[in-house]
């Protein structure tokens, strides 16, 4: 059966032939290159450069270097340490912190510090530096912190130099889960007071193995090795300072002129490789890693306060129109992966399975439920209802939130979802708007496309608790106000015993699909490509950025 409608599957067919023909040449070429350089040089040992400076091509450049941001979490991380750090087994593993243990009643957490650490302005890493961290979250000294904290902070104090005890307002057993994530970067309190909100933005102090040097707008930033580096988390390589002497961090935003840049050797490594090339390169000799984030993955939320998605059985036909798996397998070449859970992604503790398969391609499904919802089909084949045509408005954040292999995925939904009378709106959003806010209320969009990394399930509280006037939550994209989903979810976060809990998460999932409220569309990935003469980078589990605390040049 042919899941994606003819002209699209024949449109991406003969894109893709074009493009394969011509990789499989350089491909070719590339192959024979490397085989002729390996076997002049395979007698040859790579020996370590001393230092050097690493060449790294980021895709996005942030407005600050630490903030909510996920690009700025991949930046702060190697400017500013965390208390704790995840494994690649996703265990909680010291950092800052040489220890921590809750409450019996799990609304108090004592965190005792490494001793000696400072900042790099010379300043202690104490107790008294780690309450203020808590608090300035809290305020919104990062917005992606404090929505964390929210509804679970209460105070932080330090007990003596080197222990600070956090207490809360309601239980959070993966509490210390969540300080894994750079937003959670421990800064120095003396910058936070003295120096002014640009330079804590340009230049934030914290003791981690990079200072920032020099920030050149609209082309890199330079980070400086930080010589008496002590602190690096439990699952890092290596102790003391980074081998490395410098990292040249570039924002390469278009991914083509990306690739080249590590074909040609001006970078070392690069971020967010596409899905067209990660084979080829592979081939080329390029060391590739690909990490699936926890949380949300990219889906797509229904407004339900506004507009035909009101209707649940509008959602749900909108869910049945779309061979999503067929779509993102095409476009994303076994890179990408399918995600059907529209509440989080498959790397999340308490995924449910049964929630990512509610929902099959079923275009004849899709045009029942429309029929029986009284949208009928005009001569242009989109659907209305009382005089108003099914158009509905699907923005997106292009070049910050959706990359180009998501943008061709959205396409691909646009015309599937037009078979069955859909007529659906993309609006590309460059990144000035969409950070400004563009598209965010409830009047100005019928779906939002979107993701959001975390650790744990603890995320959908993020993602669904209901906005009210006195306590708005501004990324509830569904705009829903629903008290036994909200139930779930907070029962879900206190609950102690992990089976019991991931059991709690997967009931909300399965609520947000049996009601058609988000579904999922690809896994957010993670990606990098390195050349062969940079060692030792790793990816952080937590978020899935890069590492070059133990990276290495060689020759």
């Not at 007071?193 to 193995?209: D, H, L």
């Not at 000799?285 to 009101?310: C, D, H, W």
């Not at 129109?321 to 993102?328: A, C, E, G, H």
């Not at 037009?418 to 409830?442: D, E, H, M, N, R």
Request: proline fraction near 5%; include cysteine.
């Amino acid at each position: 059966m042919r899941h994606i409608p003819s002209h699209l599957e024949e449109s991406i067919i003969l894109r893709s032939r074009s493009l394969i023909t011509s990789l499989v040449v350089l491909g070719l070429t590339a192959v024979a290159v490397t085989g002729c350089a390996e076997s002049s040089t395979s007698s040859v040992t790579a020996t370590r450069v001393k230092g050097g400076t690493i060449e790294y091509g980021h895709q996005q450049e942030p407005a600050c270097v630490f903030g909510g941001w996920i690009e700025q979490a991949y930046l702060s991380y190697q400017v500013i340490d965390n208390l704790v750090s995840l494994d690649k087994d996703h265990k909680v593993v010291p950092w800052l912190a040489e220890k921590w243990t809750p409450s019996d009643d799990q609304l108090s957490w004592t965190f005792t510090l490494k001793k000696g650490v400072t900042f790099t302005d010379g300043t202690p890493v104490d107790a008294a530096a780690v309450a203020y961290n808590f608090d300035h979250w809290a305020k919104g000294g990062n917005s992606t912190a404090q929505v964390w904290l929210h509804g679970y902070y209460k105070s932080a104090e330090a007990v003596d130099a080197n222990t600070v005890k956090v207490t809360l307002q309601k239980p959070y057993p993966r509490f210390a889960d969540n300080l894994t994530q750079s937003y959670f970067g421990i800064q120095s309190e003396h910058a936070l007071k003295t120096r002014s909100e640009e330079q804590n933005c340009e230049a934030p102090i914290g003791s981690g193995a990079f200072t920032v040097g020099k920030w050149n707008r609209g082309q890199d930033i330079i980070l400086k090795r930080n010589p008496n580096y002590t602190s690096p988390p439990a699952n890092a390589k290596h102790t003391g300072a980074a081998y490395a002497d410098t990292i040249d961090w570039k924002f390469v935003a278009d991914p083509t002129t990306r690739v080249a840049t590590l074909r040609s050797g001006e970078t070392d490594a690069i971020y967010d490789v596409p899905a067209i090339e990660w084979k080829t390169l592979k081939n080329e000799g390029f060391q590739e890693l690909k990490y699936v984030t926890p949380g949300r993955p990219q889906q797509i939320s229904f407004n339900t306060a506004e507009g035909p998605f009101t209707d649940e059985r509008v959602r749900q036909a909108f869910a049945y129109s779309l061979d999503r798996k067929k779509i993102v397998e095409t476009i994303g070449r076994g890179v990408i992966p399918y995600e059907g859970n529209g509440g989080v992604s498959q790397t999340t503790p308490g995924y449910s399975e049964t929630a990512a398969d509610h929902y099959d391609y079923d275009a004849k499904k899709a045009q029942a439920l429309l029929d029986a919802a009284g949208w009928t089909k005009g001569s242009d084949g989109v659907r209305a209802k009382d005089g108003k045509r099914l158009e509905v408005v699907l923005p997106y954040g292009a070049g910050s939130i959706i990359n180009a292999d998501g943008a061709a995925i959205f396409q691909g939904i646009q015309e599937q979802a037009k078979a069955v009378g859909f007529a659906v709106k993309l609006v590309p959003v460059p990144p000035s708007a969409f950070f400004a806010g563009a598209y965010s209320k409830q009047t100005e969009r019928d779906l939002a496309v979107g993701y959001w990394t975390a650790v744990n399930g603890g995320i959908l509280d993020i993602n669904w608790r209901p906005s009210t006037a006195d306590d708005p939550n501004f990324n509830n994209a569904a705009f829903l106000d629903d008290p036994a989903l909200e139930s779930s979810i907070v029962e879900a976060n206190s609950t102690r015993d992990i089976s019991a809990q991931n059991a709690l998460y997967a009931k909300a999932q399965n609520y947000i699909a049996e009601h058609a409220l988000s579904i999922g569309v690809y896994d957010r990935l993670s990606t990098l490509a390195v050349s062969p003469k940079l060692k030792g980078v790793w990816q952080e589990t937590a978020q899935g950025g890069p590492v070059f605390y133990d990276a290495y040049l060689v020759k």
